[in-house]
């Protein structure tokens, strides 16, 4: 919806739609996946575009943590690293507050938003302890099924 209407010249709404679709998991990822490749990987289209258009974002976007982190400006792993600890900071606010199942969904983001391979052992740590904690065992038992796979990798 966002590149239709920024082909259509609304950028406004292009942005709106945009910054929807930003913090998802790339619901769409096998249809946008080969939209954009940048030099340092690749980023979702959503999050490209909405860099692309950076200087016409409100005030109130540039000031959200998540586009402050996944369009900041520098590039690599740094942004990986960025977006993650976005993640990570929203979970334990969100464990602080016993939200445990939202805390659950931030470190899933954390750990497959911007996916990268290093520390995932402690990323499903978290995944466990936040699941039990909401009392999902299915959850929990799938994010201790990975953690078993990845530690015999």
Not at 57 to 80: H, K, N
Request: glycine share 8%.
């Amino acid at each position: 919806m966002g590149w239709a209407e920024e082909r259509r010249g609304n950028i406004r709404k292009a942005i709106e739609h945009y910054y929807a679709g930003s913090k998802t998991l790339e619901s769409s990822a096998d249809f946008t996946q080969s939209w954009h490749l940048s030099s340092t990987g690749p980023v979702k289209f959503v999050v490209h575009r909405l860099g692309e258009w950076k200087e016409s974002l409100s005030p109130e976007l540039l000031q959200d943590g998540y586009v402050t982190a996944a369009v900041g400006d520098y590039g690599g792993f740094q942004r990986y690293s960025q977006v993650r600890t976005y993640w990570l900071e929203q979970a334990e606010l969100c464990e602080k507050d016993g939200r445990h199942q939202q805390a659950y969904w931030c470190y899933y983001a954390a750990g497959w938003d911007n996916y990268c391979f290093d520390g995932m052992e402690a990323i499903l740590d978290c995944l466990i302890r936040s699941a039990e904690s909401a009392g999902a065992a299915a959850l929990s038992a799938l994010a201790q099924l990975h953690r078993r796979c990845l530690s015999r990798t």
